[in-house]
Structure formats: structure tokens, C-alpha cells
């Protein structure tokens, strides 16, 4: 069955940097567009990011853009959220999502940027 | 960038009683592929969502039957037929019509 893991989470002051990680079993890796999206505590859902299947393209929201970069490697069926220059309103849980319809989701990673 | 309105924000609920959640889009969601992109996803405290339904009508493996999505265009509605226990706690709508993906604001099913 499809399965995402996501791993990398922790606690990291303003400033700094961190990647998080999803690895992906199950399916087809390599056929699937992948996103990652947060939740803030006690807040809704954002879309943060999506990668395309051969990582040709990518977008991602206004809030990270010009400090996220995601990427994905086929071989290790793993999709990637390198995180710079973070704010304490990154602090979220982190989900990575199958498809463009987000159709299978891992159980997230939880991310708190705190001085 | 697609603004998704939910309403309610709240629905209180009588077991085994239907409920309905509706979302409005500021956009037409058709995609230039022809699709439809609004997707429903459950979500219980401290679990991560669960997705139902996939382009406006289609329940995904697992999700029962007393779940149904409908709509076109600009207006969506989920439908409990009757709700059970388990159905409790923040329901979400998504458009995958073009980047940003965006969602509504959620609307919290609980018991009265």
C-alpha cells in the first residue's frame, strides 16, 4: 500500500536552515507529481510546494519562495524540503502528499523554528 | 490565487443525522485538461487529513459510501448521509486547479 514518511523535523532558531525528508513506498515513485504542505498549530492547511515527476519543474507559495527549495531523487523514491533562512511563522507540522489531487498523505514531521 | 469560502464553520451534528458542507470557489475550477480539481479531506485532532473525495464526485479506496461530492464550476458540496462518530472533527476543501494549491478556512463537524 502507498506509504510517505516524513523525517527531518526539529527544533532550529530564526535564521537558520533545515531539510526535511519523505521517503515513499508502494507505488511508482517516478510517475507521481509530490507536495509538501504545513499546518501551524491550531491553523488550517497551506500548500507549501510540488515538484514535478522528473523534477523538471517546480512551484512553490509566496511565503517560502526564495527560501525552500524542493527536490526529489527517483533512485531513492524520496522527496526533499530544504528549508533556509527560517522564520518562527514556519513553525508547522510538515506533510508530503502524492498527486496533485493529494490523494495519500504521510503522517508529517514537526517543525519548530524558536529562539 | 484560488480563494476556497467554506461554510459553515461549525455544524453541529445529531448522530446518524445528515450533514453538509459547502465550498465556493473564486474561480472556475475546470482545469484545461478538462478536470474538475476540488478534492474533500478529513481531518481528526493530531492526525494528518485524510482525503475523501478527488475531483468534485470521486470517493477514494476506503471512504464509505455515506460520503458524496457534488457540484461544478465555482460551487462544491460534501454530503454526510448520515453521520457516524467517527466523522467528527475539521473537513477541508482543496483546488488543484492551478498553483497555488489553496484551501477553504474548514468547517468543524462536532456533536450538539
Known amino acids: 500500500q502507498v506509504k510517505l514518511v516524513e523525517s527531518g523535523g526539529g527544533v532550529v532558531q530564526p535564521g537558520q536552515s533545515m531539510t526535511l525528508s519523505c521517503a515513499a513506498s508502494g507505488f511508482t515513485f517516478s510517475s507521481y507529481v509530490m507536495n509538501w504542505f504545513r499546518q501551524a498549530p491550531g491553523k488550517g492547511l497551506e500548500w507549501v510546494a510540488v515538484v514535478w515527476f522528473d523534477g523538471s519543474k517546480e512551484y512553490y507559495a509566496d511565503s517560502v519562495k526564495g527560501r525552500f527549495t524542493i527536490s526529489r531523487d527517483n533512485s531513492k523514491n524520496t522527496v526533499y524540503l530544504q528549508m533556509n533562512s527560517l522564520k518562527t511563522d514556519d513553525t508547522a507540522v510538515y506533510y508530503c502528499?502524492?498527486?496533485?489531487?493529494?490523494?495519500?498523505w504521510g503522517q508529517g514531521t514537526l517543525v519548530i523554528v524558536s529562539s | 490565487e484560488i480563494v476556497l469560502t467554506q461554510t459553515p464553520l461549525s455544524s453541529p451534528v445529531t448522530l446518524g443525522q445528515p450533514a453538509s458542507i459547502s465550498c465556493r470557489s473564486s474561480q472556475s475550477l475546470v482545469h484545461s485538461d478538462g478536470n474538475t480539481y476540488l478534492t474533500w479531506l478529513h481531518q481528526r485532532p493530531g492526525q494528518p487529513p485524510r482525503p475523501l473525495i478527488f475531483?468534485?464526485?470521486y470517493r477514494l479506496p476506503g471512504v464509505p459510501d455515506r460520503f458524496s461530492g457534488s457540484g461544478a464550476g465555482t460551487d462544491f458540496t460534501l454530503k454526510i448521509s448520515r453521520v457516524e462518530a467517527e466523522d467528527l472533527g475539521v473537513y477541508y476543501c482543496m483546488q488543484a486547479a492551478q498553483f497555488p494549491l489553496t484551501f477553504g478556512g474548514g468547517t468543524k463537524v462536532e456533536i450538539k
Open positions: 475531483k468534485v464526485s
Open positions: 502528499a502524492r498527486n496533485r489531487i493529494a490523494d495519500s
